[in-house]
Protein backbone atom coordinates (compact mmCIF):
# COMPACT_ATOMS: atom_id res chain seq x y z
CA UNK A 1 0.00 0.00 0.00
CA UNK A 2 1.24 4.05 -0.85
CA UNK A 3 2.11 5.61 2.35
CA UNK A 4 -0.58 7.68 3.91
CA UNK A 5 0.16 11.52 4.65
CA UNK A 6 -0.49 12.67 7.78
CA UNK A 7 -3.97 13.93 6.97
CA UNK A 8 -4.73 10.16 6.44
CA UNK A 9 -5.22 10.84 2.18
CA UNK A 10 -2.87 9.16 -0.51
CA UNK A 11 -3.10 11.94 -2.80
CA UNK A 12 -0.07 13.27 -4.73
CA UNK A 13 1.26 9.23 -3.91
CA UNK A 14 3.64 7.92 -6.53
CA UNK A 15 2.21 4.35 -7.45
CA UNK A 16 2.95 1.26 -9.01
CA UNK A 17 -0.13 -1.08 -9.41
CA UNK A 18 0.98 -4.39 -7.85
CA UNK A 19 1.47 -8.05 -9.94
CA UNK A 20 -1.51 -9.81 -10.87
CA UNK A 21 -4.15 -6.87 -10.99
CA UNK A 22 -6.49 -6.36 -13.54
CA UNK A 23 -8.40 -3.15 -15.53
CA UNK A 24 -11.79 -3.39 -13.07
CA UNK A 25 -14.07 -2.80 -16.52
CA UNK A 26 -11.87 -4.68 -18.54
CA UNK A 27 -10.34 -8.01 -16.46
CA UNK A 28 -8.55 -9.31 -19.39
CA UNK A 29 -6.41 -6.36 -19.40
CA UNK A 30 -3.58 -6.52 -16.83
CA UNK A 31 -2.78 -3.06 -15.24
CA UNK A 32 0.74 -4.83 -13.68
CA UNK A 33 3.70 -1.72 -13.37
CA UNK A 34 1.51 0.87 -14.65
CA UNK A 35 2.78 3.72 -12.92
CA UNK A 36 1.14 7.03 -11.63
CA UNK A 37 -0.27 9.41 -9.40
CA UNK A 38 -3.37 9.00 -6.89
CA UNK A 39 -5.22 12.25 -7.04
CA UNK A 40 -7.96 11.31 -4.62
CA UNK A 41 -8.98 8.34 -1.76
CA UNK A 42 -11.96 7.33 -0.29
CA UNK A 43 -13.20 5.11 2.15
CA UNK A 44 -12.36 3.49 5.34
CA UNK A 45 -9.92 0.71 5.71
CA UNK A 46 -10.28 -2.37 4.30
CA UNK A 47 -12.19 -0.53 1.80
CA UNK A 48 -10.24 2.41 0.60
CA UNK A 49 -10.35 2.95 -3.48
CA UNK A 50 -7.93 5.54 -5.05
CA UNK A 51 -8.44 7.38 -8.06
CA UNK A 52 -4.80 7.24 -9.83
CA UNK A 53 -4.06 9.56 -12.80
CA UNK A 54 -1.51 7.80 -15.36
CA UNK A 55 2.12 8.70 -15.79
CA UNK A 56 3.51 9.91 -19.52
CA UNK A 57 5.43 6.30 -19.25
CA UNK A 58 1.84 4.79 -18.57
CA UNK A 59 -0.05 6.03 -21.33
CA UNK A 60 3.06 5.71 -23.95
CA UNK A 61 2.54 1.86 -23.27
CA UNK A 62 -1.72 1.44 -22.87
CA UNK A 63 -2.76 -1.12 -25.48
CA UNK A 64 -4.06 0.79 -27.90
CA UNK A 65 -7.33 -1.72 -27.96
CA UNK A 66 -7.28 -0.46 -24.55
CA UNK A 67 -7.33 2.66 -24.90
CA UNK A 68 -10.26 2.27 -28.07
CA UNK A 69 -12.43 0.09 -25.87
CA UNK A 70 -12.75 2.57 -23.20
CA UNK A 71 -13.09 5.42 -25.73
CA UNK A 72 -16.00 3.33 -27.73
CA UNK A 73 -17.51 2.86 -23.88
CA UNK A 74 -16.93 6.58 -23.01
CA UNK A 75 -14.29 5.89 -20.14
CA UNK A 76 -11.85 7.62 -19.18
CA UNK A 77 -8.45 6.05 -20.13
CA UNK A 78 -6.34 8.09 -18.85
CA UNK A 79 -7.20 7.30 -15.03
CA UNK A 80 -8.62 4.67 -13.04
CA UNK A 81 -9.98 3.80 -9.95
CA UNK A 82 -8.53 0.72 -7.39
CA UNK A 83 -8.44 -0.39 -4.34
CA UNK A 84 -5.23 1.10 -2.02
CA UNK A 85 -4.47 -2.95 -1.91
CA UNK A 86 -3.73 -2.97 -5.92
CA UNK A 87 -0.75 -0.78 -5.18
CA UNK A 88 2.55 0.34 -3.98
CA UNK A 89 4.93 2.93 -3.54
CA UNK A 90 6.86 3.91 -6.90
Known amino acids: MAKKKANGGLE ?8 GVTSPEFPEVSLEGWTG ?3 ESSGKPPAVK ?17 VARCETQQLYYQMACLSDTDVEPA
Not at 12 to 19: D, F, K, L, Q
Not at 50 to 63: N, Q, S
Open 50 to 66: VIIEWDVATLGKMPPEY
Open 12 to 19: GSRIRVRP
Open 37 to 39: TVI
